[in-house]
Nanobody, 123 residues
Framework: VQLQASGGGLVQPGGSLRLSCAVS????????IGWFRQALGKEREGVSC????????YVADSVKGRFTISRDNAKNTVYLQMNSLKPEDTAVYYC?????????????????WGQGTLVTVSS
């Protein structure tokens, strides 16, 4: 089971980025994938998740209306489209899975993690 996050970078406030999470070793359409982030000196927190069943999505209140999660099963990739970025969105972003169909709010469920990609929002 492998996950690889990419797409981070430096962006000005108000800008956009799209993160990608490429997975291998399992079939993406059977399992939920979550996006998490960890800012310097802070705990890792959940950002968004997409389940396998019906493709239900969940978004944290702090990013609601700005971030959108989606999935391309044919490419075994999950995306996180981030718009209207703010300096407080600066963090290392990770994708993860627990190899279950539903999303879980508790980060402890997630066993498999990608290496993270740094997003810096600054002018």
């Amino acid at each position: 089971v492998q996950l690889q996050a990419s797409g981070g970078g430096l962006v000005q406030p108000g800008g956009s980025l799209r993160l990608s999470c490429a997975v291998s070793g399992f079939s993406l359409d059977h399992y939920a994938i979550g996006w998490f982030r960890q800012a310097l000196g802070k705990e890792r927190e959940g950002v968004s998740c997409i389940s396998s069943s019906h493709g239900s999505t969940y978004v944290a209140d702090s990013v609601k209306g700005r971030f959108t999660i989606s999935r391309d099963n044919a490419k075994n990739t999950v995306y996180l489209q981030m718009n209207s970025l703010k300096p407080e969105d600066t963090a290392v972003y990770y994708c993860a899975t627990h190899l279950r169909a539903r999303c879980y709010a508790d980060i402890a469920w997630y066993e498999y993690w990608g290496q993270g990609t740094l997003v810096t929002v600054s002018s």
